[in-house]
């Protein structure tokens, strides 16, 4: 196995977040916005370490964001991030470890950064979850430098450095009166959030009249250190979280039930 840098030969795996023997009608008709995000953040500084078998096929890969493009979850500078480290989704599915793919990843990560950063800095979560896990980062010699309740920063520091900080949601509702407002906060740098936002969007043009959709891309900086929120979606205010890409059904269920309160409010 051997790690190289992201190109066109590997473009369509990453965009795809590994699913490229994987057809689904959905996913594949959103696919584009993250190949756009992925070009544009590849030319401010992203660059992607993509790991590739003994046959030259690539089973994963690892963003490398510089923190200060935007980091999930966190803020500060002088710190390279890894946003999203991941191997095939069968194998994640699976639950399968030991293949030493995330160790040969993240030691590809490092190297990057130490050319130009004082360190490396995740956002890991401490939880029986598949991405990201905190025990992984640990192995590696990542130290906690900040925690939110199960996600926790992670940071491997080459030398003297500010860790980073964590985000706190500065969300707050903007009612209109007779209304259901839909707050989504995505970001075209997931898949997931972006075939949310879709979803999303489509579950809400089936009350034109009766709810309000705010969208705030948060791959912009100016609306992430507004709100400092990577990925949420409130109705109403309150927030909904399914774990994955909301389901389409249970999205008007909860917009239906919104719509419940308000009647009764108004009554």
Sequence with gaps: MQVVDLTDKYFHFV???????DPNEERDSIVSIR??????????GLTVKVAIDE??????????LPIELGAWGMSGKDLMTVPCL???????YNCEHGSGIGKAL???VETEAKSNKKGVAVLAYDQDFWFMHYRFFKKLGYKEVARQGHAVIMLKAFERVDPPVMHRSK???RPV????????????MCLTSVLEMKRVREACAQYPDKVILNEYNTWNKDILDKYEINRALFINGEYKCWGYAAPQDELKE???KALEKVTQQEV
Aim: with cysteine; glycine share 6%; hydrophobic share 40%.
């Design 171 to 173: 969300y707050a509702l």
């Design 177 to 188: 009166p007779g209304k259901i407002v839909v707050d989504a906060f995505w970001n075209p």
């Design 35 to 44: 190949e756009s995000w992925l070009r544009e953040a590849m030319t401010k």
């Design 86 to 92: 991941t191997r095939c989704y069968k194998h994640v």
């Design 55 to 64: 046959q030259g096929n690539p089973v994963g890969f690892a963003h490398c």
């Design 106 to 108: 993240m030691e590809a």
């Design 254 to 256: 909860e917009i239906d």
């Design 15 to 21: 965009s795809l977040c590994t699913h490229i023997d």
